[in-house]
């Protein structure tokens, strides 16, 4: 296959959520987030006693960043490994590799908020020059798809919606013709179209850079 081979491109779906204005969400809010993402990889953990807890998981990053000589990083090495069971680290280890498959659309969500490519960078504890390819590679969008004359009402009505990330080389012609090929029986039954929008912010009809129209038709599987 080819780089721009459609079966190795995977698109990064991201839930719609209610969008925060005037800034970013307060530590309460993100430590929330964090036990949350904590209870649902500690169901996939085994039933070991630990004293792991989102508080941990903030001073062991605390102390990263504060550890900037390497005798400093032995010592934080030596302690880590000391108070830290097998799980727990295995558990880490599964959160931040989980992490670093979403670091795509955290740096697109960031800077469609306003943050700067230097507050991207000290908060990940990245480069610039990276921080910078990351956004010049992943394209943030928003993104609806309408059916005509469908169960939903006369006329064009809203069918699903979301957010991707359009990495380099993809296009919005490859989204739209992505949504319609896993949007199920809705577009094969009706007329449908899909509009693309960059950013997340709510934009009217007109203001789409893409649009995209589709007639029913059969599904692919029964060929």
């Known amino acids: 296959m080819t780089a721009d081979d459609p079966a190795r491109i995977t698109y990064i779906r991201m839930p719609k959520t209610e969008r925060v204005r005037g800034g970013e969400r307060s530590l309460a809010e993100q430590a929330a987030t964090l036990r949350q993402w904590a209870n649902e990889l500690d169901e996939q953990a085994t039933a070991e006693e ?8 903030f ?12 005798e400093q990083r ?14 727990e680290a295995g558990l880490i280890l599964r959160a931040a590799a989980a992490v670093r498959t979403a670091v795509p659309g955290i740096v697109a969500r960031a800077k469609d908020n306003k943050r700067t490519t ?20 992943h394209r943030l969008v928003s993104w609806r798809l309408d ?13 699903e ?3 991707d990330i359009i990495p380099s080389p993809r296009t919005e012609v490859h989204l739209a013709e992505h949504i319609l090929a896993v949007a199920g029986r809705g577009p094969r039954e009706h007329r449908a179209r899909v509009l693309i929008w960059d950013g997340t912010d709510e934009q009217p009809d007109n203001a789409a850079v893409y649009t995209h129209e589709q007639e029913p038709g059969p599904d692919p599987a029964d060929n």
Do not use: F, K
């Open 50 to 57: 630990s004293n792991l807890d989102d508080s941990a998981l």
């Open 59 to 70: 001073g062991l990053a605390r102390g990263y960043a504060r550890a900037v000589t390497p």
């Open 74 to 87: 032995d010592q934080l090495a030596a302690s880590i490994a000391a108070q830290l069971t097998l799980n």
């Open 118 to 137: 230097a507050e991207i960078a000290r908060e990940l504890d990245m480069t610039d020059s990276y921080v910078r390819r990351i956004v010049r590679e």
């Open 147 to 159: 059916l005509y004359d469908s169960e939903a009402g006369p006329g064009w009505q809203p069918y």
């Open 161 to 163: 919606a979301g957010d």
